[in-house]
């Protein structure tokens, strides 16, 4: 079932190039349709699955046995959530670029190759088939920003992809050696990712070939300091693919994190867990006292995404239940808030002033003039604050528990990170909104455009996913936390606490 | 099972939406439905407190319901005493708050909506048992407060609520890494189950033991500490307080001083006390300086405000520094001191009722503040009026036994708090109380300072027409004064009500 959100997306996108050129409405609603089909594809399969601790194998035929490389798709409950994430994601940001006039037809189609890419990657349990959907997300993501973006967007499309291709090779370089490795224990190739993560590799090649995968995926997590891709990017990036950048992309990194790196060198992150965690804390801090000085509105939400981030390494680096609960937690969580923010700054705000620069909101009163927006980012802004009633508290709040025990020094300074957290986000509230700024009277000439319908269903929907999972995670731990007490966790968790 | 506290924080949450629903047209509407929902509020807490148990100190209207089990997280709610005081004087003060601003223009329907549910808030605070659910309202009551001075306040208004809000923020994330790390040592975010193992002593051997450091428990403390203590305020954390007073707009300085400080000595009592009595004492002699400080100090800076407004915000200050000097003193290790326990509860008694009784007449005072301000179209300076008195001779009057009130007449209801205080305080810690008591003699002075230069001596022509209280003013201040002569001559209706609620305290802090 689970697997027809893959199929669904990229037959959106053969559809989408097959439409005639110039008819900008149906391509808007065929990818809306797409994205939503998906979705309830998503939860409908993610409902069903009856047993989410398990990995419950939902297709694998042999591919290429020479390399022992299958076409495996299965989901456990981390990937649902992944998934279910995506499909909110997805339909979301279509209805925060129902405005995009220019090449609609194309910018769409890339939009749901991006989408489709990634739900391959949080299904995928073949390594090989995982990084073919790795990589095949750089390409539209590239194509979206360098396109349609703004703000020096060819240096943010080439900046992100590069970052993109440095990360996965080095992940290659270290998959392939895991693959010689694991071929000379096995007596026969394997990229079964369950396979491989029964063998035990060397303590020896853990030690190098742990970093070199980790740290190839935690770049596109935003992982301090290989973070800078992501602030420029997603500033270059046009409001959908920011929100998607920020959304869903920077959790493939941290997904291969933990379901690649994590679940294959155990022994690894035991090694090098110390200086993960304290990568993570720096990220939170420096991202939060970055974000704090903006003066780009999409810049502050750029590095605010780097600070959250840091909370999923953190969580990762625990290495205990709780730990990596609230780091998937986050993972979703932020997914959420991120995508609303964007939508905020990106739709809502700079699509009607085409400004983003606080010295020049601070004068228009923007929380008059679109009250809609203002309060949406007022919302956002306290979920993004981690303020308990919101997703973002429930996956600190674990993660922190988690860190308590492991890095007790750490966990204070993070909880200064979400101070600082707290100041970025109120001074833009501020300036952004509800500024005591003299208004300067030429913005009130051009009275702007209402806040359309579709941005509307697209913030409550968000709004309302935060929520739900803020008063009732169980809807979600009930998914992840069998994951971790499931054999393809048990080497990674037997030293841990807790 | 019964469902009246949920029902009573629901019913103000409820009436905000349907507020904010109404639009900003709809002014008469808006305002006459925020505070019929305000007075539902206020007749459901006093049901409550009708119906509550008085000679017992357990927990009432009990509601407990497993939530996210794999955390640890329950709803949990129910009130004693204390939290059925608590509730009352939030239901008595919202509604004074509504009223007082019955004469915002700008965006009433959001200006009541924050209102209702800065309320609901605060009913959640005041009943909720469980670390997660508590510190849910905790921070709800937060936001609404944030607003109403961010966007309704005084000219400095901004820097003030983002003053206000980094410094609580502050607080809470202290407050919130320390309960994590006593749920990680204990499995439990249960208030009542962690008091239980603090008093069989077991808290601080399992925090112990989870992290393996000797002053764990202290660190602990600590972040909880400065959670409440910025909220109260407790010297020197106390900096956001006069901003944010002053520039709020006086009805939400009445809820801020009325209600909200509550919050945190409630949290001392609630959470502090009986979790931490260990440490407490480990550094009862610290604590109490800071107290006395809190006591002297911001009288001393009230003395030195010209600013009406500020003048009673570290006046507020000043009395909610006796509620800590008791609560200090009680958990004291009272050896050679006779009826040790009876002191303490005596301490307590007054700490309570202290609660109370600043409540309705700090709020009270910013509301003559605020109908003073509406009189001389904002000016409020220390030095801007003079012989009102001859003028509006109800005003005078009124305002006069709210600030006789304010510095313990007996009579009024001020006195009774604060005599009990130090009655229990001077056995248990006699230096504390006998510094405190310079507080008393500044708060006497800065207040009558206050009425001489505003009401007596020579009449400031500017203000020749000031018209006095109207007969809808009169009945806005009737209720909080007529509850200062009732609460002066018979402090037994809340004490009777607490008192089996106190002794149960002193005697889980008594090991």
């Not at chain 1, 990106?346 to 909101?361: P, S």
């Not at chain 2, 009573?8 to 709809?26: K, M, N, Q, S």
């Not at chain 2, 009673?312 to 050679?336: D, E, K, P, Q, W």
Request: hydrophobic share 55%.
């Amino acid at each position: 079932m689970l697997a027809w959100t893959i199929y669904i997306t990229f037959f959106g996108v053969l559809v989408l190039m097959l439409l005639p050129r110039d008819n900008a409405r149906a391509a808007r609603i065929v990818a809306l349709l797409t994205a939503i089909a998906g979705c309830v594809v998503a939860f409908v399969g993610a409902i069903q699955q009856a047993n989410p601790g398990d990995v419950t194998t939902i297709v694998k035929v042999p591919w290429i046995p020479s390399i022992g490389a299958n076409y495996y798709l299965a989901a456990d409950g981390i990937s649902l959530v992944l998934v279910v994430l995506t499909g909110l994601a997805a339909v979301s940001g279509i209805l925060f670029s129902w405005n995009i006039e220019k090449r609609t037809k194309e910018f769409f189609a890339f939009y749901l190759a991006l989408i489709g890419g990634v739900y391959g990657v949080f299904l995928s349990f073949d390594l090989l088939l995982l990084f073919v959907f790795y990589e095949l997300t750089i390409i539209p993501k590239y194509f979206l920003i360098a396109r349609w973006g703004s703000t020096r967007k060819e240096y943010g499309a080439m900046k992100l992809a590069l970052y993109s291709f440095v990360g996965s090779h080095l992940v290659l370089i270290g998959l392939i050696a895991a693959w010689v490795v694991a071929k000379g224990q096995l007596g026969h190739a394997s990229l079964d990712l369950i396979e491989l993560s029964k063998v035990a590799f060397p303590i020896a090649f853990q030690h190098w070939v742990f970093p070199l995968v980790f740290v190839g995926f935690a770049i596109l997590a935003g992982m301090w300091p290989f973070h800078t891709w992501a602030p420029t990017g997603h500033v270059a990036a046009p409001t959908a693919g920011s929100m998607l950048l920020a959304g869903v992309v920077m959790k493939l990194g941290a997904y291969g994190c933990l379901r690649v790196a994590m679940v294959m060198f155990p022994e690894g992150v035991r090694m090098w867990q110390g200086e993960i965690a304290c990568l993570a804390v720096a990220g939170i801090v420096y991202g939060a006292g970055v974000a704090l000085v903006q003066r780009d509105f999409k810049f502050v939400i750029g590095y605010s995404s780097v600070s959250h981030m840091g909370f999923v390494l953190l969580g990762l680096a625990t290495l205990n239940t709780i730990g990596l609960d609230g780091a998937v937690l986050q993972m979703f969580s932020h997914g959420i808030i991120a995508g609303l923010l964007f939508g905020v700054v990106g739709r809502m705000v700079y699509d009607r002033t085409h400004t983003r620069d606080f010295n020049d909101l601070e004068t228009m009163q923007l929380g008059k003039l679109i009250p809609f927006a203002g309060v949406t980012f007022v919302i956002a802004g306290i979920a993004s604050m981690g303020l308990p009633g919101f997703s973002g508290f429930v996956a600190e709040f674990q993660v922190l528990m988690g860190a308590w025990t492991v890095f007790p020094k750490l966990t204070i300074l993070a909880g200064v990170g979400i101070i600082v957290g707290v100041a970025y986000t109120l001074r833009a509230v501020q300036k952004g909104f509800y500024s005591d700024a003299p208004p300067d009277a030429a913005h009130h000439d051009h009275p702007l455009e209402p806040i359309s319908i579709p941005e509307r269903f697209g913030a409550v929907m968000l709004i309302a996913a935060s929520l739900v999972i803020g008063f009732f995670p169980s809807l979600l731990m009930n998914w992840i936390e069998p994951c971790f007490k499931s054999p393809l966790f048990e080497r990674l968790l037997k030293g841990g606490a807790l | 099972m019964n469902h009246w506290l949920t029902i009573l924080t629901l019913v103000p949450f409820i009436g905000g939406i349907v507020v904010a629903g109404l639009g900003a047209e709809r002014k008469h509407l808006v305002r006459g439905l925020a505070l019929a929902t305000s007075l539902v509020g206020l007749g459901g807490a006093i049901c409550l407190w009708l119906h509550f148990n008085a000679k017992s100190g357990d927990l009432q209207f009990v509601e407990k319901f497993d939530w996210v089990p794999t955390l640890g997280i329950q709803y949990f709610l129910g009130v004693d005493g204390l939290g059925a005081l608590m509730v009352l004087l939030t239901a008595i003060v919202t509604p004074l708050a509504i009223l007082a601003s019955w004469n915002v223009e700008d965006r009433p329907h959001v200006f009541h909506a924050l209102v209702l549910w800065l309320q609901a808030g605060l009913f959640g605070t005041f009943t909720a048992l469980n670390f997660f659910h508590w510190f849910l309202f905790w921070e709800l009551g937060l936001i609404p407060a944030f607003f109403l001075i961010k966007l309704w306040g005084g000219p400095k208004r901004g820097p003030a609520a983002t003053q206000f809000f980094i410094y609580t923020m502050v607080g809470s994330v202290a407050l919130l890494l320390s309960f994590l790390a006593i749920r990680l040592a204990t499995g439990s975010f249960d208030f009542i189950e962690l008091a239980g193992m603090a008093k069989s002593g077991v808290l601080t051997t399992k925090l112990q033991a989870a992290f393996g450091w000797k002053n764990i428990g202290l660190i602990i403390f600590f972040g909880a500490f400065l959670g409440f203590a910025v909220k109260v305020p407790v010297i020197p954390f106390h900096t956001w307080l006069s901003a944010a007073y002053s520039e709020a707009p006086s009805s939400v300085t009445m809820l801020l001083t009325g209600v909200m400080s509550k919050m945190g000595v409630y949290g001392f009592l609630r959470i502090l006390l009986p979790i931490f009595p260990d440490q407490i004492r480990q550094v009862l002699t610290p604590l109490l300086w800071l107290a006395v400080a809190t006591i002297v100090l911001s009288a001393c800076a009230a003395f030195a405000q010209r600013d009406l407004k500020r003048i009673i915000a570290y006046s507020s200050i000043n009395h909610l520094g006796y509620c800590l000097l008791a609560l200090f003193a009680a958990t004291a290790v009272a050896t050679g001191v006779n009826n040790s326990d009876l002191q303490k509860a005596a301490a307590l008694d007054g700490a309570l009722l202290q609660m109370f009784n600043h409540g309705l007449t700090a709020s009270a005072l910013f509301l003559f503040v605020a109908l003073l301000e509406r009189r001389s179209g904002g000016l409020r300076g220390l030095d801007d009026f003079g012989g009102l008195r001859k003028i509006i001779p109800v005003f005078t009057g009124l305002m006069g036994i709210a600030i006789f009130s304010s510095l313990g007449l007996p009579g009024l209801n001020g006195f009774v708090g604060e005599f009990l205080i130090f009655k229990g305080v001077f056995p248990l810690a006699p230096w504390a109380a006998a510094i405190s008591t310079i507080g008393l003699l500044v708060t006497a002075i800065f207040l009558l300072t206050l009425i001489q230069r505003v009401f007596c001596g020579p009449l400031n022509e500017r203000w020749a027409k000031m018209p006095d209280l109207t007969t809808s003013e009169r009945f806005l201040v009737l209720p909080s004064i007529a509850l200062m002569f009732v609460l002066g001559i018979w402090p037994q209706f809340i004490l009777g009500a607490v008192d089996a609620t106190v002794v149960k305290l002193v005697q889980q802090l008594n090991f």
